[in-house]
Structure formats: structure tokens, C-alpha cells
């Protein structure tokens, strides 16, 4: 089973881009919509091809520091699903910073709280009413029917910080942890399941030559993950790409 409508954030590279390919040709039946959201759809050649060869892609504007771009990608949106809603809505889009107690500053403080946390809840609220109108559907919750899905991270967990450092990179994605709870409470009476998933180290721009994870095989673990979440139970919790739940 597979979302018939899905959006993913960051979609023009790395792990954004192999979503958008994956979902675009999911055997045995792919979503009928796949919205590949980025800042720069002009500049964005690689996924311009990926489009070319599947035709349920389409690709919308949105930027994470711009709120503007959230209002005309939800009617863009709204304009092609029309009363079926959006299914899944994927929070993938986010940026890194690996700054010290020594090097930090409060640019980094603030400017990756608003991409890495801010961003994705205002993004998240600016498509809710797509969401219910998914979930007012017939049938029992489930990541196919209406869910919100934010790829998040291991070192974002404060149980498992043993490390420390990355003080602007952990403290925003651990924001973005609490922001997912919150969604799961808050969203629970609509029928919309929330949920953070760890997507481990990839090979990409940034993972850095020296990652562990090929994307393609990321996604593939991603996706069945996801597809695992389809109950209350499921939602509000922080998921390691293998499946098991992380300490938040």
C-alpha cells in the first residue's frame, strides 16, 4: 500500500531526491502525486530529469526561510489533489552545522532553529487542512492515509549524546523532536499521525565522503519504516532507520 499523495522538502538532492525517485516508481503501486519541494525548482537539473521520466512528480517552490513559499506550494497542492487531501507529508529538508562550544555563535543558534525546527512546523501547519481533508477519508490511521514524517537524528537524542558539541546541529533537531511529539498529541484527534525518524549516516553532501550508507539503501530502509506506522501507538516517537524506537 502506498500514499496516493506525498510531499518531500529538500527534494532537488541527496536524501530529498532519492525519496522523490523511490516513491515515484514504489512496486507494486507508486502514489498517484509526488510533490519534490525545493528552494531553487530553476536551478534544480537533476530532479528537471527525474520529472522527465515520471510523470506523477511534480516539483513546487518552498523555502524554509520564507514563509510565502508555504501558502502558494499548499494551494499548488490543493489545486492538483483537490477533496482526497495530502496523505504524507515529509519533512526531509533541513541544514547542518557541526559548530563547538568554542566556535558557536548565535547566528548558528538561530538561524538552524528556524530551518530545522521553525521551518518544518510552519510548513506543517501552513498544509493541515490537506492533511484532514486526507484523514477525514474512510478507514483506520495509517502513513498512507494522513501522516507527517520528520527526518531527524541520532545526535539529536539527548539520551544518546555521549559526545557533545554540534551545539547549533543537535539543540534545533532536538526542537524538531519535541515539535513531532506535539504534532502527535495535538494532530491525534484528527486522525494524522506524526512521527521523527534517524535516517543514519548517508553518502551525500552532507554526510560527507566518509558516511557508512549508500542514499538508495537509506530510502529503501525508510520507506518500510514509514509504511510500519499505522497505528496511534506508532506515532509520537523517534525511530531509528532499522525500525527500532530511539530514546528521545
Known sequence: MAPSSVLITGANRGVGIEFVRQYAQLQPQSPRHVFAACRSPDSAKDLK?????????TIVKIDLNDE??????AKTVEDIVGDAGLNLLINNAGVANRSSLDTVTSDDMTSLFKINAVGPLLLTKAFLHLLRKA??????????KACVINISTVVASITENDT???YSYRTSKAALNMITKNLSIDLK????????????WIKTDMGGPKATTEASDCIK???????????????????????RVMAW
Do not use: M
Not at 49 to 57: R, T
Not at 68 to 73: K, P, R
Not at 190 to 197: K, R, S
Open 135 to 144: 484523514a477525514s477519508k474512510d478507514g483506520p490511521v495509517s502513513s498512507d
Open 189 to 200: 484527534k484528527d486522525g494524522i499521525l506524526a512521527a521523527a525518524i534517524h535516517p543514519g
Open 221 to 243: 530502509a525508510l520507506l518500510k519504516v514509514i509504511e510500519s506506522i499505522n497505528t496511534e501507538e506508532a506515532g509520537g516517537k523517534l525511530y531509528h532507520y532499522s525500525g
Open 164 to 166: 557533545g558539541g554540534a
Open 49 to 57: 530529469d527525474l520529472q522527465s521520466k515520471f510523470k506523477n512528480i
Open 68 to 73: 510565502t513559499t508555504f501558502i502558494s506550494a
